[in-house]
């Protein structure tokens, strides 16, 4: 490395490298402790505001999985990802004319709640000569304002989302309403692995139940004690956001 490092940014990578080997060893006691092996946890790191150099430093560290919630920023950062040793997901609420923009760029898009949405998916991967992996999105609060499908249109969805071309359904994802206590929030987390599990053991085509998407900075440790496979961490991975 030729640039110098500034002071600053040597305490940003050693406070980056203390909470990763934190968060993989959470990672890898509640994987164990809800009987599965730590290999079997997804652990991708939400990247937004975060400079690339800072990112990429953590993939340095053994991170595999990267995920941005907004189009413009992600297409600003895109060519300084260090992509050939991490995989780029997209995991913020997606309007259908930014999709273009996206296809051939992540590896899955996490956020999908309608079928006009994962039919522009399917339109823009058939243009592209890509196959586009998706979660599909659940409101599982069922609040209002929060992007997601209910789980009573999950079905309808799913079967919709599995008549497409060049699309794979490869699980589920959601963002849990914001809970006093991780008692009330290990509930919407139960919910959701109730329907994940339903779900996988129906067989349908371009269908595999293979992710659980949920389980954030404050809580990821209790959604892998819940059924998570994969986990969206931030904040305690890289410190306070800090929106510019
Ligand atoms: C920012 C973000 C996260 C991570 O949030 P933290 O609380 O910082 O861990 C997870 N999922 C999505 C969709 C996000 O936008």
């Given at each position: 490395m030729t640039e110098k490092l500034s002071a600053e940014l040597l305490e940003i990578f050693d406070n980056v490298k203390r909470n990763y080997s934190e968060i993989t060893e959470n990672i890898y006691a509640a994987a164990e402790k809800s009987?599965?092996?730590?290999?079997?946890i997804t652990f991708l790191a939400?990247?937004?505001?975060?400079e690339p150099k800072i990112i990429n430093y953590a993939v340095s560290l053994g991170l595999k999985y990267i995920g941005e919630n907004k189009v413009q920023e992600l297409l600003s950062k895109y060519d300084e990802y260090d992509l050939e040793n991490c995989d780029l997901q997209f995991i913020g609420h997606l309007q259908t004319n930014k999709v273009k923009q996206l296809i051939g760029k992540v590896?899955?898009?996490?956020s999908v709640d309608s079928f006009k949405l994962a039919g522009e998916i399917s339109k823009q991967s058939v243009k592209n000569g890509v196959t586009t992996d998706i979660l599909l999105e659940v409101n599982i609060g069922r609040?209002?304002?929060?992007s997601g499908v209910l789980e009573e249109g999950l079905p309808e969805l799913l079967e919709k989302c599995a008549a497409?071309?060049?699309?794979?359904?490869r699980g589920l994802m959601t963002i849990p309403p914001i809970c006093d206590n991780k008692t009330e929030i290990c509930k919407f987390f139960d919910k959701m692995n109730k329907l994940f599990i339903d779900i996988s053991a129906k067989t349908l085509d371009n269908v595999s139940m293979d992710f659980l998407s949920m389980g954030m900075s404050e809580d990821y440790q209790e959604a892998i004690l819940s059924g998570a496979n994969m986990v969206r961490v931030g904040s305690r991975l890289f410190g306070a956001r800090i929106y510019r």
């Open positions: 009987g599965r092996k730590p290999q079997d939400a990247t937004k505001t975060v590896s899955m898009i996490q609040e209002e304002n929060k497409l071309d060049n699309i794979r359904v």
